[in-house]
């Protein structure tokens, strides 16, 4: 599964992949290295 979140403090979007729920991950941001709630970050998942 692959999701596309945005950062809650710059604003950025990036791709995050995973195999299991994301419930309860974190993921630094990749262009401030700021740490967020992955769940609440998920803008919409992306089908490839």
């Given at each position: 599964m692959?999701?596309?979140l945005?950062?809650?403090r710059c604003g950025n979007?990036?791709?995050y992949q995973t195999n299991s729920s994301?419930?309860?991950k974190r993921k630094a941001c990749v262009y401030?290295?700021?740490s967020m709630d992955v769940r609440k970050s998920?803008?919409?998942?992306?089908?490839?």
């Open positions: 692959m999701f596309l945005k950062c809650q979007r990036m791709k994301v419930i309860g401030c290295n700021f998920v803008l919409r998942e992306i089908f490839e």
